[in-house]
């Protein structure tokens, strides 16, 4: 559901369009958003990960921070979006969800929000900020993707792509800007895009990610990026 800002300030920000997640979808789904459960325990886990990460960032004036595991299916689309929304809950603050995920997009799918967002549009500047981002509240906003592309890692070696992204930010003057990534270890859109992050969020698999493969991903960070930590999405059973 879109409706139009009724803002009339001049601020960037206030002249993206408002979208309304379909609740009654959430509710018939499952989705896994620690908004709709405040007092699950993943809820309180996702509110301390969030105050950890803006103490970090305020510490070193950083705001950019890629989500990333290893390989697929591990849950960094989860815990992109839940964190975004655990960040929101921040009065007065403004933080930026951007889906840079071209190989399997899905944070408009988590968030029961239908459109046509083909972030390469945007990316590329082929389509405005305006026209192509729009606003979950007052305090989270959201560059959304809805197309497979295969030439995702080509375009994040584009300045343009970094050029675009600046102007965006410098625009909407964000706290934080949360970026969601491909998997690490299967394709090379991170390693592109490192020299515009501050930082780097690893989530990590309990049931299929190795000890190996975080050490690969420390090994193609060091130098490049702070790693901020490892999220365990899915723990092992201690009985087990």
């Given at each position: 559901?879109?409706?139009?800002?009724?803002?009339?300030s001049?601020?960037a920000?206030?002249?993206?369009?408002?979208?309304?997640?379909?609740?009654?979808?959430?509710?018939?789904?499952?989705?896994?958003?620690?908004?709709?459960?405040?007092?699950h325990?993943?809820?309180?886990?996702?509110?301390?990960?969030?105050?950890?990460?803006v103490?970090?960032?305020?510490k070193?004036n950083?705001?950019?921070?890629a989500v990333v595991?290893?390989?697929?299916?591990?849950?960094?689309?989860?815990?992109?979006?839940?964190?975004?929304?655990?960040?929101?809950?921040?009065p007065?603050?403004?933080?930026v969800?951007?889906d840079?995920?071209q190989?399997?997009?899905?944070?408009?799918?988590?968030?029961?929000?239908?459109?046509?967002?083909p972030?390469?549009?945007?990316?590329?500047?082929?389509?405005?900020?305006e026209?192509?981002m729009?606003?979950?509240?007052d305090?989270?906003?959201l560059a959304?993707?809805?197309?497979?592309?295969?030439n995702?890692?080509?375009?994040?070696h584009?300045?343009?792509?970094?050029?675009?992204?600046e102007?965006?930010?410098a625009?909407?003057?964000?706290?934080?800007?949360?970026?969601?990534?491909?998997?690490?270890?299967?394709?090379?859109d991170?390693?592109?895009?490192?020299?515009?992050?501050?930082?780097?969020?690893?989530?990590?698999?309990?049931?299929?990610?190795?000890?190996?493969?975080?050490?690969?991903?420390e090994r193609?960070?060091?130098?490049?990026?702070?790693?901020?930590?490892?999220?365990?999405?899915?723990?092992?059973?201690a009985?087990?």
């Amino acid at each position: 559901m879109l409706i139009e800002s009724g803002h009339d300030s001049g601020d960037a920000w206030d002249m993206l369009p408002l979208v309304l997640p379909d609740v009654q979808a959430h509710a018939t789904s499952g989705a896994p958003l620690v908004d709709y459960h405040r007092d699950h325990p993943a809820s309180k886990a996702f509110d301390l990960l969030r105050t950890r990460l803006v103490q970090a960032l305020r510490k070193n004036n950083w705001t950019r921070i890629a989500v990333v595991a290893p390989t697929s299916s591990c849950g960094a689309t989860f815990t992109a979006v839940n964190l975004a929304l655990s960040l929101a809950r921040v009065p007065g603050s403004r933080s930026v969800l951007v889906d840079l995920d071209q190989r399997k997009p899905g944070v408009a799918q988590a968030l029961a929000l239908d459109g046509d967002w083909p972030i390469s549009d945007f990316l590329s500047g082929r389509r405005l900020m305006e026209e192509h981002m729009v606003r979950l509240s007052d305090t989270l906003a959201l560059a959304l993707n809805s197309e497979v592309n295969q030439n995702a890692s080509e375009q994040l070696h584009d300045q343009v792509t970094a050029a675009v992204l600046e102007d965006a930010e410098a625009d909407l003057n964000p706290d934080v800007v949360l970026y969601d990534m491909p998997a690490m270890l299967e394709y090379d859109d991170l390693a592109a895009f490192l020299p515009e992050l501050d930082g780097v969020l690893l989530v990590s698999d309990g049931t299929q990610t190795t000890k190996a493969q975080i050490e690969e991903c420390e090994r193609i960070l060091d130098g490049q990026a702070p790693l901020l930590g490892v999220v365990l999405n899915r723990g092992r059973d201690a009985a087990q």
